[in-house]
């Protein structure tokens, strides 16, 4: 168990539904980053939160957003869902604004159908 | 922005045997590099790193080099083992980290009994 919580494992939903990923990172980690996991695309950043506040964005499509919470766990919205848009979606966490080592989640698969 | 290439795609050696796998980044303004080794049906679990400014770093059976000038990192892992087989993947970050991590397409190592 790295730490990182993820929920759901495992999310099926139809093409134009919207879903919620949560992540809670480990004690003490300010920092949270998502990362979408896709065969084609690889391991690509989405965005990075550091104590409630955006820090980075990265290749995230205007249809997903992201927040983290003053108890520091994190969601990620999907919405208009894409059967492109399946995938496996990790977060990790750090404890400071700029850090190096990240602990990730064990991550969540979406599957729209 | 960054690019990272990693090679090769599949790496299959017999138990006992060394493995090497390479990646090669674009931006010269990175510097960390992670090596990240992900079974199947978890995160990705950090195993090594080296920043810009050490050219090698061991830690057991596992090695990293880095070649600044040529822009390319290598990991080794020497005496394989059944339990090494997973697929492995390099990163890059630059600058001040708050941006993501830019990820290589991943190595599935395979360990030939």
């Known amino acids: 168990d790295s730490g990182v919580t993820q929920t759901p494992k495992h999310l099926i939903t139809a093409t134009g539904q919207r879903v919620t990923l949560r992540c809670s990172p480990r004690?003490?980690?300010?920092?949270v980053y998502w990362y979408q996991q896709s065969l084609d695309q690889g391991l690509q950043f989405l965005i990075h939160?550091?104590?409630?506040?955006?820090?980075a964005k990265g290749n995230i499509l205007e249809r997903f957003s992201a927040q983290q919470f003053p108890d520091l766990h994190s969601e990620l919205n999907l919405s208009s869902l894409e059967l492109g848009d399946s995938a496996l979606y990790f977060c990790?966490?750090?404890?400071?604004?700029?850090?190096?080592?990240?602990?990730f989640g064990s991550g969540t698969r979406l599957t729209v159908v | 922005g960054e690019n990272v290439e990693q090679h090769p795609s599949t790496l299959s050696v017999q138990e006992g045997d060394s493995a090497v796998i390479k990646c090669t980044y674009s931006?010269?303004?990175?510097?960390?590099f992670p090596w990240y080794k992900q079974e199947l049906g978890k995160g990705p679990q950090l195993i090594i790193d080296?920043?810009?400014?050490?050219g090698e770093k061991k830690d057991q059976r596992i090695a990293v080099t880095l070649n600044k000038t040529a822009k390319h990192f290598s990991l080794h892992i020497t005496e394989t083992q059944p339990e090494d087989s997973a697929v492995y993947f390099c990163?890059?970050?630059?600058?001040?980290?708050?941006?993501?991590?830019?990820f290589g397409k991943g190595t599935h190592l395979i360990i030939q009994p």
């Open positions: 990790a966490s750090s404890v400071a604004e700029y850090d190096y080592g990240y602990t």
């Open positions: 004690s003490g980690d300010l920092s």
């Open positions: 939160y550091y104590n409630g506040e955006e820090r």
């Open positions: 931006d010269s303004a990175s510097n960390y």
């Open positions: 080296i920043r810009s400014n050490v």
């Open positions: 990163a890059a970050l630059r600058g001040g980290g708050a941006d993501g991590l830019t």
